[in-house]
């Protein structure tokens, strides 16, 4: 079974990113990286973590070394997506324009962003059956 993101503490977030940053590591180097990065952590509460990620099915463990080595069983943007669908149900009731509006409203891009996005614009067409009056109506989706 898939692991459920809503299972996933910030605590435990945090050292996954880790793990995507810097690859497969022993205990002791999630540690390192986590004091790099300003958290002040015991080795044995990285471990905890680190456990807790296993039974979770976040991260796998290799026992073939003395140490074991950590490595993630989900990606970023895997589990970005479910974090983004969640939100996006939760208050947008699935419908993800409004969010995108609320975000260039609010938030800055740099120009690589924006070209980025006019990109994505540029590649949106209007589903078949969709018409222009309602809201969810003018929802958009990639061309094929």
Same mark, same amino acid.
């Given at each position: 079974m898939p692991p459920r993101e809503s299972d996933l503490s910030e605590a435990e977030l945090e050292v996954l990113k880790v793990l995507w940053d810097e690859g497969p590591l022993m205990v002791r180097d999630v540690l390192n990286c986590m004091l790099k990065r300003g958290r002040k952590l015991a080795y044995t509460t990285v471990l905890t973590f680190l456990s807790r990620l296993e039974h979770k099915g976040y991260v796998k463990s290799d026992k073939s070394e003395m140490a074991y080595v950590y490595k993630p069983t989900i990606s970023r943007d895997g589990v970005a997506k479910t974090r983004v669908k969640s939100f996006l149900q939760q208050l947008y009731d699935g419908s993800a324009g409004p969010l995108v509006l609320q975000l260039m409203k609010e938030e800055s891009f740099t120009e690589d962003e924006i070209t980025q996005l006019q990109a994505m614009l540029d590649?949106? $067409?209007?589903?078949?059956? #969709? #018409? $222009?009056?309602?809201?969810k109506s003018k929802r958009r989706r990639r061309k094929s």
């Open positions: 590649n949106l $067409e209007v589903k078949p059956g #969709d #018409d $222009e009056a309602g809201s």
